[in-house]
């Protein structure tokens, strides 16, 4: 069991999910530039900015499900059976909402 007290590793997950969210949007949206925060460590730095880099990536490569896909409709059964996915992407339906990362 961890000897880090319970608050401050609540306190450690806000502040890490807080700085990708504003990493995230500087990614994708050209948001303000983000700087960590002291308290994060380095090791998790360094793994929050690895996971930020493949959501960032998939979010830039949505696969639409539900709608014309080369002059077929394509929905999500076609999607798993027919198309390969070698790159992290989203599958977004037709109501614009996403399905998987």
Same mark, same amino acid.
């Given at each position: 069991m961890?000897?880090?007290?319970h608050?401050w ?6 502040c890490i ?6 990493r ?10 983000a ?6 460590p ?9 996971? &930020?880099?493949?959501? =960032?990536?998939?979010y !830039?490569?949505?696969?639409?499900i539900g ?14 059976r ?8 989203i &599958?977004v339906?037709d =109501?614009?909402?996403? !399905?998987?990362w």
């Open positions: 961890s000897k880090i007290p608050r590793r609540m306190e450690l997950t806000d999910a807080s700085y990708m969210k504003v995230f949007q500087e990614e994708v949206f050209s948001g303000p530039r700087l960590p925060d002291i308290s994060i380095f090791p998790l730095l360094c793994e929050a900015d690895h996971i &930020l880099s493949v959501i =960032s990536q998939a !830039r490569r949505p696969i639409n709608k014309n896909w080369g002059g077929k409709t394509c929905n999500a059964e076609a999607a798993e027919y198309v390969e996915v070698t790159e992290p992407s &599958l339906t =109501s614009n909402t996403i !399905r998987i």
